[in-house]
């Protein structure tokens, strides 16, 4: 049974830093990896999509990464603002679909 | 309208009320999903439509209904629910069949409250 893991569960920093979230999971055999956001009180956003054949993915100042042979994925936000402010999740898609329970991320002005 | 669209934003509900959660894809995809997310648990899978074909999780009780008119509505019956189904409702649709998969689009969701 694929399991998804979520470190940290919470973060903050400061306006402008540079910072990584992780995803990892415990089955190799997926089809793609996506990640999303998450407001509170709001559904889920996507980021990112990576396919199983992918090794990264970029949208402005987001970036995924996925080692599948690992069983790992990270996104990282560059230049970070209190806009970015919200609950990350990853999601990994195998013959179902399985979410992490998130990286709440607080960026301080 | 495009995405995912679910209506009402907003439901408060006794737990002798019979209500209904509607979700809505302009998307062109074959598959929806109901996801109930409750404060501080990963999100759980209630429901599937795939391929025109359901799959149900067990798990969910039976006051809860999910109806698949077609391939763009899901439906969401809700009846003699319990305070602790409050919790965020959630749609998502995605296409499936192919090689690798196109990612899940969600809607907003429904704020369910029962009281």
């Known amino acids: 049974k694929q399991e998804v893991t979520q470190i940290p569960a919470a973060l903050s920093v400061p306006e402008g830093e540079n910072l990584v979230l992780n995803c990892s999971f415990t089955d190799s055999a997926i089809y793609n990896l996506q990640w999303f956001r998450q407001d509170p009180g709001k559904g889920l956003t996507s980021l990112l999509l990576?396919?199983?054949?992918?090794r990264e993915q970029t949208s402005g100042r987001l970036n995924a990464s996925l080692d599948k042979s690992s069983g790992r994925s990270t996104l990282y936000i560059a230049a970070s603002q209190p806009g970015d402010s919200a609950t990350y999740l990853c999601a990994v898609k195998g013959n179902d679909m399985r979410f992490g329970a998130g990286t709440r991320l607080t960026v301080k002005p | 309208e495009t995405g995912v669209t679910q209506t009402p934003r907003h439901l408060v509900m006794g737990m002798t009320n019979k209500k209904s959660l509607k979700c809505e894809q302009h998307l062109g995809h074959n598959a929806m999903y109901w996801y109930k997310q409750s404060a501080k648990k990963p999100l759980e899978l209630m429901f599937v439509y795939s391929l025109e074909e359901r799959v149900e999780n067990n798990s969910v009780p039976s006051r809860f209904s999910p109806e698949c008119p077609n391939s763009s509505h899901l439906f969401l019956h809700l009846h003699t629910l319990q305070p602790e189904d409050s919790a965020l409702y959630l749609c998502a649709s995605s296409q499936e069949g192919g090689l690798e998969g196109y990612g899940y689009t969600f809607g907003s969701g429904t704020r369910l409250t029962v009281v």
């Open positions: 990576i396919q199983s054949s992918q």
